[in-house]
């Protein structure tokens, strides 16, 4: 329907078995380097993990929780996301099964750990978190808040934070998590109000078809649906919303702000690791890859996709500027 390419949160391969000849049950034979240290477990990590499992390398997880899956781990909890496990589950029984992979749990690495262990491949898939300050498509540098205001992100909900009275949500993320936060504290007897500067609740789900369903949904609930207005300040006992047409100002009250933004990754021990790559060599480092949303936060299913090329491609040759994957050329036949 939008003429863009598609993706699954389960197979990687769906929609690259032509453009760069991925099949869904056949891996590459293995390169000239022998192990790969993966650290964290999210769906890029674990998807990274399973597939160089098949390629044939030896693999560590380095997971810092007591748990496997990063953020698929709290999304499937929320309400009407159970599904989305299958993400974890699959690739948890897959692994389950390969004598040349190890989990580690409770282990949190930092560049001397890695630098430690003697691994030749480390893959960086460390996930991301929500920003708090608002930053995201209204707002480029972090809004005015008043620090005694309760604000809070997803991952805190998802964590198990407890919100009561009147609650607004901003939403300038647009996808699924907006949403679902709404529809997650309206069921724990929170007066909800969302607010999207989008001229669509959860916009970007017109293109996966549930826009309307959750818009009806929210409605019946009796969410407080406010479009095409954004939120300037975050004050005490209120939100500054503007209109995004004309500006025009209008105070929303409320006991707690829930933002829905964008997320910043965590790329900390990627960014130490950089620092000291001139040690890389004497570490019996080869590569250093930073994938998933510790690269670029995003959809489940590009963080799968992520995880899966790094495998595909670990000890291939280098594509330098080239576009890795077949395209289309039209040409005039020579007569």
Not at 128 to 150: E, I, L, N, T
Not at 195 to 200: D, G, H, L, R, V
């Amino acid at each position: 329907m939008t003429m863009s390419i598609s993706r699954c949160t389960q197979n990687p391969t769906f929609m690259e078995e032509w453009r760069k000849g991925w099949h869904p049950e056949q891996m590459n034979v293995k390169g000239k380097s022998e192990n790969v240290l993966v650290v964290g477990s999210g769906p890029a990590g674990l998807e990274a993990a399973r597939a160089l499992s098949e390629r044939g390398y030896d693999v560590a997880i380095a997971e810092a929780d007591t748990m496997i899956g990063g953020r698929v781990t709290h999304e499937r909890k929320l309400p009407g996301l159970s599904a989305w496990g299958r993400v974890i589950d699959y690739r948890e029984y897959q692994i389950s099964q390969k004598p040349n992979v190890e989990t580690y749990f409770d282990s949190e690495l930092d560049s001397d750990n890695i630098l430690e262990f003697g691994f030749q491949n480390i893959c960086i898939a460390t996930g991301a978190k929500w920003r708090v300050d608002g930053v995201s498509r209204q707002h480029v540098v972090p809004m005015p808040m008043d620090s005694a205001m309760p604000i809070y992100t997803p991952d805190d909900i998802m964590s198990g934070k407890k919100l009561s009275g009147k609650v607004v949500i901003y939403d300038d993320d647009h996808y699924y998590m907006g949403g679902v936060m709404a529809e997650l504290l309206i069921s724990e007897n929170c007066d909800v109000t969302i607010i999207t500067p989008s001229a669509y609740l959860s916009d970007w789900t017109v293109n996966t078809l549930e826009q309307h369903a959750i818009h009806k949904k929210l409605a019946e609930m009796g969410a407080k649906i406010v479009l095409n207005r954004g939120v300037t300040q975050i004050a005490v006992g209120h939100v500054v919303s503007d209109c995004v047409y004309t500006g025009m100002i209008q105070n929303f009250e409320c006991d707690a702000v829930v933002v829905v933004a964008s997320k910043l990754e965590n790329n900390s021990v990627f960014n130490m690791l950089k620092e000291r790559e001139m040690e890389w060599a004497d570490a019996g480092i080869k590569s250093v890859k930073l994938i998933g949303d510790a690269n670029a936060p995003g959809p489940i299913a590009w963080a799968t996709y992520a995880g899966h090329r790094y495998a595909r491609e670990l000890d291939g040759e280098d594509i330098a500027d080239n576009l890795p994957f077949r395209r289309e050329i039209t040409q005039l036949a020579v007569d």
